[in-house]
DNA sequence: TTCTTCTATATTGTATACAAAGTTCTTAAA
DNA sequence: TTTAAGAACTTTGTATACAATATAGAAGAA
């Protein structure tokens, strides 16, 4: 995407991320238009990659939708996420170089010291780190259309939300799973690896459903 | 995607299928005009959805290029459908409507009505019939997520050549397995269906490895 | 000759006008 | 009053013109 159209897609995507186009909401291109300052053919472009990142539906002579999102949808998403997590962690036993174990390593000690510093902690720097970690392993797994996959898979609303929910304890041991995860790498055992994504993946899961679903009335 | 973007589409695809588009072809959108015989508007909006489905790479200002698989892609494309496509399995016995069951039943049917007939086996029918098998088991387990990822996985080229090297031994095989994991759905056994489906796949990369990657010579 | 810079050309990116399809509202008949 | 048909309007789809960017080639300096 250029210039336009990926402003087009951060406004577009952040509007519905805040709730300001809540989910079947009709978006309407000329109206987009004036909202991101650019003409309908970059808006166009940006609606189709929405729908390509499962943000809006799209129907052909009708219009662009967002999407609506069940609790199953989150189920789904983080059993995706764990299926395919797990098999990057494997993978990267595999084909990880080094350099790559090094630049994880450097990712754990940053959430390290955030988690050292006194006061409320920062959970934006925290998020940052870790999508630095995560991308960086599927990067070293070695296939590209498994990151292109996961991309997507956790560029959703829900994903998204999930992390506010977050607890020092949480970062804690999310961060002693990053570290597990690089060790195994370096023992060369993928069943290791593979078995600690997924229980991180299954923790985050867990976070999430204490927070959104559950009721304790 | 609508009418001519569609047309676009199709016809970009099999150029790339066939082969008359190779690898790191740079795609330009002037001349897919006089092919497709539509506007360049039309054709750009068909380039960003095969590029999607990782038909093609876009690199902004520069153009559209036709991706290049290696064999370590085929591995990775088989590895995730096993995944997703077990996962599928697995869920679709939660899922699944008794009406579910007998449709995959039917075409579990007309591929043994396939292999009944004398003479060379129609190997485009049986793809047909499967597509739908797999298709509708994706369907039953619930997920509109999962069956969208899936369809861009067997999207891919590398899936597409698979198929030609099938032996009628290798149909029947499949059509058990399919045959297996209804079981599996009827007897509510979701380790079962999910153990049949990884090894249904399995089985598929074992015919394509046979097939493309070894050299008997 | 080789490298750099500038210009010409080719290609993609964006805006806009017009066409086609869908939606809504009005009006007339049952 | 309810339903059906049709016209007016809204919205999406497509074509095309123009702008911005990248590429290739030519001219000049080291």
Chains 1, 2 share one sequence.
């Not at 595999?94 to 988690?115: F, G, H, Q, S, W």
Request: contains cysteine.
């Amino acid at each position: 995407m250029s210039k336009a159209g990926k402003k087009a897609y951060s406004i577009i995507r952040s509007r519905i991320l805040s709730g300001d186009f809540p989910p079947k909401t009709h978006l309407k291109e000329e109206e987009l238009t004036t909202l991101c300052d650019v003409s309908r053919t970059p808006i166009r472009e940006a609606l189709r990659s929405l729908a390509a990142d499962y943000y809006v539906e799209i129907i052909p002579n009708r219009g662009t939708f967002v999407t609506d999102w069940s609790s199953d949808d989150v189920e789904d998403i983080f059993n995706m996420r764990m299926l395919l997590e797990g098999y990057a962690a494997q993978q990267a036993v595999v084909k990880a170089t080094p350099e790559d174990i090094e630049e994880l390593t450097t990712y754990c000690n940053n959430i390290d010291l955030l988690l050292s510093q006194d006061g409320p902690i920062d959970v934006e720097a925290f998020l940052a780190e870790n999508r630095l970690f995560h991308r960086k392993l599927w990067q070293a797994s070695g296939s590209k259309r498994l990151s292109a996959l996961l991309l997507r898979l956790v560029a959703q609303p829900v994903v998204a939300r999930t992390v506010m929910a977050y607890t020092r304890q949480d970062i804690r041991r999310k961060n002693e799973h990053h570290r597990e995860i690089i060790e195994a790498i370096k023992a060369k055992d993928s069943a290791w690896a593979r078995s600690i994504m997924s229980s991180h993946i299954l923790a985050a899961r867990h976070v999430y459903t204490l927070a959104f679903l559950d009721d304790p009335s």
